[in-house]
């Protein structure tokens, strides 16, 4: 076995392990696979689905993505209003609650995706197959219709049951390079007639909603979390995935769809599965953050301050920003699930400055969505809810610990890839950026490739900001640690 190999091996030996030690199980149980071994074919459509297959859907999603969660089309009404329609993938349909695939799904709650191995939550002919939306498919889907005025308020929005066909299987990058012109017409696109003039008008109406949202205090934050480029078992590369036109149209889609999806449940009386970041308990902090950088905040949270805030330095230095989008991540406090019962008034996300949401739009790799999923059909139908009060608020408790679990397991791995990848660069020099500097360390991030580590020699006199030039001195891959002292100038 060659040493690039030995390295991937052993990194998938480091996130299994991260699974085993945070309570995630990274294979199915004998159950779950022979229940997957007798599910042959998608879901068959139903009494009282709308038949939405001739409108001209398609999916937007990484290039490799294979689990199709969600598809997107959109029609221009008269007064200027557009009729946006969300298809989100049928999960329910074929995984029902309480067998052997939902009790793994509901162990984990969530797909956990690392360099070494993606541990999914449903089996891949699910999610990949027979439960992804995929190009030129019939499938089954709950619908989310969303009716949008010119400034991007909504105007209408109500659930269907549905089923539709995927016409265009479509790329971030390649569609946000082509809306920017910075790129060619992708040939999905091309192929499929009116296509183009369809993601155009999505686009129009997805711009209008993003501005709205920030100006009601949506927050704009922008964190680093460089993913490891794999090829033939071997990490070639580290990339920062950064934020384009068509992932923020989704973004503006999916926030807006799992607002229709919480309200209508809350308007029918059913419990619901929320998803909230409260008001922020450490704001007196952000208020000093804030003044450190020249500005200044209300004594009292506001999410419309705080938006302002974050835009303006966002312009103003945007090689440090991802550094303070952490900061204030960590002082907002992390996102959770809450079981709303009829007649409560929920939390609301102070992050996204609403009210009422929840998770709904991606049931193939995450578990509370299709808990929603099942109570949005079950209100739909007028059907008993499929959850009590008590195994909801256990739920919600259970995906919030789940859901960190998960992202420690991805963060370990992301850090052991990156160490792996700079194994044979020892020696080497990097520019820097200083990112954190106390008693217990100094910590710098290099700016290409976009890897963090501590500083273990040659820390005096630097503070956060300061640009430096730092040589790669020793990496512990298990560990995921990687130390660098202070460089000269070339």
């Not at 297959?53 to 290039?63: F, M, Q």
């Not at 990339?239 to 308007?267: H, K, P, W, Y």
């Not at 950026?433 to 040659?458: D, H, I, N, Q, S």
Request: net charge negative; proline share 5%; aromatic share 4%.
């Amino acid at each position: 076995m060659n040493a690039a190999a030995d390295g991937f091996r052993r990194l998938r030996e480091i996130a299994r392990r991260a699974m085993l030690e945070r309570g995630l199980a990274p294979d199915f149980p004998e159950a779950a696979l022979r229940q997957l071994h007798s599910i042959q074919s998608p879901a068959h459509r139903c009494d009282g689905e709308l038949d939405l297959r001739d409108l001209p859907w398609c999916s937007i999603d990484n290039d490799d993505s294979r689990d199709l969660d969600q598809l997107t089309v959109a029609e221009e009404l008269k007064g200027g209003e557009t009729k946006v329609l969300v298809a989100i993938a049928d999960v329910d349909s074929l995984v029902a609650a309480g067998t052997p695939i939902d009790q793994h799904a509901q162990l984990n709650t969530t797909s956990v995706y690392t360099a070494a191995q993606i541990f999914t939550m449903l089996p891949e002919k699910l999610s990949t197959d027979l439960t992804s939306l995929c190009e030129g498919q019939d499938r089954t889907a709950v619908v989310t219709e969303m009716v949008m005025a010119p400034d991007g308020s909504l105007v209408h929005g109500a659930i269907h049951r549905a089923i539709v066909r995927n016409k265009a299987k479509l790329a971030y990058h390649s569609v946000a390079d082509w809306l920017d012109g910075k790129g060619a017409m992708p040939a999905r696109v091309a192929a499929v007639s009116g296509m183009a003039e369809q993601l155009r008008l999505q686009w129009r109406v997805s711009q209008a909603m993003k501005e709205l949202r920030h100006e009601h205090g949506a927050l704009d934050l922008r964190t680093l979390e460089p993913r490891a480029l794999v090829s033939d078992s071997q990490i070639v590369g580290l990339e920062q995935e950064l934020t384009n036109c068509a992932r923020e149209l989704i973004e503006d889609f999916m926030i807006g769809a799992n607002g229709v999806s919480a309200r209508f449940l809350e308007q029918r009386r059913s419990p619901s599965l929320r998803r909230v970041v409260r008001s922020p308990q450490r704001w007196d902090r952000i208020v000093e953050v804030a003044a450190e950088h020249g500005e200044t905040l209300p004594a009292e949270p506001s999410a419309v301050a705080l938006s302002k805030f974050l835009r303006k330095q966002r312009e103003a230095d945007p090689l440090r920003f991802p550094d303070l989008s952490l900061t204030i991540v960590k002082l907002l406090g992390r996102g959770e699930y809450v079981a709303e019962l009829p007649g409560q008034k929920p939390p609301g996300h102070f992050g996204l400055a609403v009210r009422d949401y929840t998770h709904s739009t991606a049931p193939n790799r995450r578990y509370p969505d299709l808990i929603t999923q099942r109570l949005l059909k079950a209100t739909i139908s007028a059907t008993a809810v499929p959850y009590g009060e008590d195994e909801l608020e256990w739920l919600a408790r259970h995906c919030t610990l789940q859901e960190d679990a998960a992202n420690k397991v991805e963060r370990r791995v992301r850090k052991s890839a990156a160490a792996l990848f700079l194994a044979e660069r020892l020696g080497e020099s990097f520019d820097a950026l200083v990112t954190g500097a106390a008693e217990k360390g100094t910590w710098v991030r290099v700016l290409e490739p976009p890897v963090e580590g501590k500083l273990v020699e040659g820390t005096e006199g630097l503070d956060v900001g300061h640009r430096l030039r730092v040589k790669l001195v020793s990496v512990d891959i298990d560990q995921g640690f990687i130390d660098f002292v202070r460089g000269e100038r070339e």
